[in-house]
C-alpha cells in the first residue's frame, strides 16, 4: 500500500533491466543499487544509453523487464500514471538539458511550482525564491520571463527549482556540459550539497573530472 507521507532517504535498487529500441539491445540485465547521501556517475560511450537509463529511472521511458525499487514504491514495467505522477511529484528531481521549465512564465511563476505543495505565506515563498536566485547568482530575476533567458541562465533556473523541491532522487543528464566553469562548478557544488542533504543523484557525464566528484561509477557498455 503506497502512502502519501513524505519519502525518507532510502536506496534504490535496479534489478535486472531490461531496454530495448526496436530490434536493438541497450541492455538485457542492469543492476545496481544507489545509496542516499551518494552521487553516482553513469559513464559509457555515446549511444551506450546512458540517458534512456535516467528516462527509465525517471518512469519517462518504458523497459521491458526488471524492476526499479525506491522505499516503498517498486515499479516493472507497467506502471499506473497515478502512481507514477505521484512518484514524480513527491521522490523525483529532473535535471535535463531541455530543462523542463514553462518558457512563457516568468522565472518566480516557474518557481512557485515546486512551492506550492509547502505550507507558508506568500511573503516567505518569495523570501525563499529570491533566496534561491541569489545562491544561483540570478539575483533580481523574479519577473525575467524564461525564454529570454541564456541557456545556462535557464539551465540556473531549473538548478534553483531543484533546491526548492528538495527531490529525494535527482537524476541529471550532463549537466554541466553546456556551462562555462564558473556555472558547471555551482552545478556540481548544489548537487553535492542536496546528497549532504540526504539526496541520491544519479548523473550521466562524459567528463573525467566530474566522475572524479563523484562518489561512484555505474559505467555502461554498447551492446
Ligand atoms: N526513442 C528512441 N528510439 C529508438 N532508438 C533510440 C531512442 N532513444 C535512444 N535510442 C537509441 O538508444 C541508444 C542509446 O541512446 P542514449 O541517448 O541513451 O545514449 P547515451 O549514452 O546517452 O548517448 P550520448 O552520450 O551520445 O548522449 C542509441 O543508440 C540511440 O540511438
Known sequence: MMTELPTTASELTVSGLKKHFGQRTIWSSLSFTASPGSVTAITGDSGSGKTTLLNCLGLLEPFEAGTIRYGEWQFGPKVKAGIQRRY???VLGFLFQ???LIDRWSVRRNLLVPLQVRTGSRQERASRI???L???GLAGY???LV????GGEQQRVALARLILKQPSVIL???PTSALDQANADLVMRVLKQEAEQGALVLLATHSQSIV????GNIHLSKS
Open 88 to 90: 514524480l511529484r513527491q
Open 98 to 100: 531541455n530543462y523542463g
Open 134 to 136: 541569489s545562491t544561483v
Open 212 to 215: 572524479d566528484q563523484c562518489s
Open 147 to 150: 525564454y529570454t533567458l541564456s
Open 172 to 174: 541529471a543528464d550532463e
Open 130 to 132: 529570491h533566496q534561491v
Open 142 to 144: 523574479e519577473k525575467k
